[in-house]
């Protein structure tokens, strides 16, 4: 297989940090995000220490004209993106009667629109190619709600309504879209749960264990390529059977 330019956003660490790995183990090209010079720049030297070879780019997926200048910058070296991974994603919890404006807002700005921002620029040079794969991250809480996340569960079943809508829009130009729905995984973003709600989560998942990153990012590398050549517009629970009570 010839290698492939791919882009995961949030890549520093977590979910990203091991889908960016799975990649760069393959051989291919793969372009990471963070928000800042030094979780870009630490990730870029665990990489290193894996003796993958990995790009970092400082970028704020909720930033439409900055998402653009990166994919430029990637095209103009590279070509056109053939992986794109929507994986950037934050929480602000909080009871719906408490939740602010802003929570609401970043938790859109990053989950949803970032989607969007990547989708809009990457899709030119993957039409041009006649091939791309597209996976996004939702979450199974999209499905089931959860206290404390109106702002996080609505983005994430964003986040599917426009993996179905792309899936229907670029399948006739050789172009999947799909999305991974992750339950718990042991992540800096999973570490900030209350011990007890964690320990409640965990004994609520029929595989008995949490699950970690690489077993994301095995679901992602697979959809990314040719093995799921027939397969578009799906949302894969990566949980350990968590939904499955739902
Ligand atoms: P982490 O909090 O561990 O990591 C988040 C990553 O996203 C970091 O690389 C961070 O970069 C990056 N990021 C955050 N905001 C931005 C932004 N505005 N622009 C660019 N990068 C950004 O998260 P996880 O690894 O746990 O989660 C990864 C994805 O999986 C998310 O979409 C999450 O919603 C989803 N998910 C996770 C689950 C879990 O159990 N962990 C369950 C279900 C879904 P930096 O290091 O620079 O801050």
């Known amino acids: 297989m ?13 979910i990203g940090a091991a889908i960016t790995a799975r990649f760069a183990r393959e051989g291919d090209r793969v372009w990471y995000t963070g928000r800042s010079e030094d979780s870009v720049r630490q990730a870029g ?29 990637i095209d103009a070296e590279a070509g056109a993106l053939e992986v794109l991974v929507n994986n ?5 919890d909080m009871l719906l009667m408490r939740m ?8 859109q700005d990053v989950n949803l629109k970032g989607c969007f921002n990547t ?11 006649r091939k791309g794969s597209v996976i996004n991250l939702t979450s199974v809480v999209a499905h089931t709600g959860n206290p404390g ?6 983005a994430k079943a964003g986040v599917i309504g426009l993996t179905l809508s792309a899936a229907k829009e670029l399948a006739a130009r050789g172009i999947r879209v799909n999305a991974v729905a992750p339950g718990y ?23 008995a264990r949490p699950g970690q990153g690489v077993d994301v990012a095995e679901a992602v590398f697979f959809l990314a390529g040719e093995k799921a050549a027939y397969i578009t517009g799906q949302v894969l629970n990566v949980d350990g059977g968590l939904a499955i009570h739902s």
């Open 149 to 154: 996340q109106v702002n996080y569960t609505a």
């Open 119 to 129: 989708l809009r620029h990457a899709v030119k040079g993957m039409m041009r190619a």
């Open 2 to 14: 010839s290698a492939r330019n791919v882009l995961v956003t949030g890549g520093t660490r977590g």
């Open 100 to 107: 602010s404006e802003a929570q609401w807002d970043q938790v």
């Open 45 to 73: 030297e665990s990489f290193a220490a894996q003796g993958l070879d990995c790009q970092g780019l400082v970028c704020d997926v909720a930033d439409f004209a900055a998402v653009g200048a990166a994919i430029a910058a």
């Open 185 to 207: 995984i042991e992540t800096d973003m999973t570490a900030a749960i209350a011990e007890k709600a964690r320990e409640a989560m965990v004994s609520g998942i029929p595989l």
């Open 88 to 92: 950037a994603g934050i929480t602000q």
